[in-house]
T-cell receptor, first 115, second 109 residues
């Protein structure tokens, strides 16, 4: 089934630890995104990539880094986790042209708790 | 700044009709999206409007007025499975999506 796979589904992490959230898509979408979703707030863009080899900063990039070595994979790394990074993280992808541009397909989410 | 406003929560009865409003103030406009998100799940795409008017898709319709910075999502013949959050998002002049906080819709029998 075509779509986006995120891992882990859920993780509890000690503050100061390094953590990588994995995201893989099999739809050959050029654009990929990482969002965080917190209660009472809209989805907030952390980082994005319009094509393999390029990345850009979103609305809330501090404390996070990404890489896009190929079309399919877009991992998100927290170099030194802090409690304010407790959130649900969604990876998404979309085509970059035509009628489907910005129609996002989301992964199931990764629930991260930083203690 | 950029802002998307939606009601936090709405309640409706099974079989009825409900309208969820979204107003926006963004730097530029290149389309408005509605997504549905069931509790604990990922958002899924519902509709897209870029021109003024009504787009109908089965029981769901979405309306846009660009001059008023306003959209609504209309859900007809409500079913219990329609209980979810509905997210409004606007694509701005930089082709970035600006998201509202979502409207939690509760359907009662």
């Amino acid at each position: 089934i075509a779509g986006i796979t995120q891992a882990p589904t859920s993780q509890i992490l000690a503050a100061g630890r390094r953590m990588t959230l994995r995201c893989t898509q099999d739809m050959r979408h050029n654009a990929m995104y990482w969002y965080r979703q917190d209660l009472g707030l809209g989805l907030r863009l952390i980082h994005y990539s319009n094509t393999a080899g390029t990345t850009g900063k979103g609305e809330v990039p501090d404390g996070y880094s990404v890489s896009r070595a190929n079309t399919d994979d877009f991992p998100l790394t927290l170099a030194s986790a802090v409690p304010s990074q407790t959130s649900v993280y969604f990876c998404a992808s979309s085509p970059t042209g035509g009628a489907g541009a910005n129609v996002l397909t989301f992964g199931a989410g990764s629930r991260l708790t930083v203690l | 700044g950029q802002n998307i406003d939606q009601p936090t929560e709405m309640t409706a009865t099974e079989g009825a009709i409900v309208q969820i409003n979204c107003t926006y103030q963004t730097s530029g406009f290149n389309g408005l999206f509605w997504y549905q998100q069931h509790a604990g799940e990922a958002p899924t795409f519902l509709s897209y409007n870029v021109l003024d008017g009504l787009e109908e898709k089965g029981r769901f319709s979405s309306f846009l007025s660009r001059s008023k910075g306003y959209s609504y999502l209309l859900l007809k013949e409500l079913q219990m499975k329609d209980s979810a959050s509905y997210l409004c998002a606007v694509r701005d002049s930089n082709y970035q999506l600006i998201w509202g906080a979502g409207t939690k819709l509760i359907i009662k029998p």
